[in-house]
Nanobody, 123 residues
Framework: QVQLMESGGGLVQPGGSLQLSCEAS????????VGWFRQAPGKQREYVAT???????NYTDSVKGRFTIARDIPGNRIYLQMNSLKPEDTAVYYC?????????????????WGQGTRVTVTS
């Protein structure tokens, strides 16, 4: 069964940096687009960044120039480098991936989500 496991969250001061990682495991045949989302306290989950298999990336305006998404295709890993962090970046960060698996002899594409990793930016 496919699992996405995030790591790298923590407490950091404004202006600091963190790198989040996400690893897909368990029956992964191929991964298409992957992304990071976040949910701040009392708010809805929002899109942060995505990257496709060709390496094309997109970012929400509030993180452009500060965050960088990357992927390690052979290792089934996704990264989010976060620099110049601000208090408004405080949230639980989730990775998501469109993953091909084989189930009962059939190939199937499905979106998967991790459990989230908490990022707190405070002085």
């Amino acid at each position: 069964q496919v699992q996405l496991m995030e790591s790298g969250g923590g407490l950091v001061q404004p202006g600091g940096s963190l790198q989040l990682s996400c690893e897909a495991s368990g029956g992964v045949v191929r991964i298409d687009a992957v992304g990071w989302f976040r949910q701040a306290p009392g708010k809805q989950r929002e899109y942060v960044a995505t990257i496709d298999v060709s390496g094309r990336s997109n970012y929400t305006d509030s993180v452009k120039g500060r965050f960088t998404i990357a992927r390690d295709i052979p290792g089934n890993r996704i990264y989010l480098q976060m620099n110049s962090l601000k208090p408004e970046d405080t949230a639980v960060y989730y990775c998501s991936a469109n993953i091909l698996t084989m189930e009962s002899g059939n190939y199937q594409w499905r979106d998967y989500w991790g459990q989230g990793t908490r990022v707190t930016v405070t002085s």
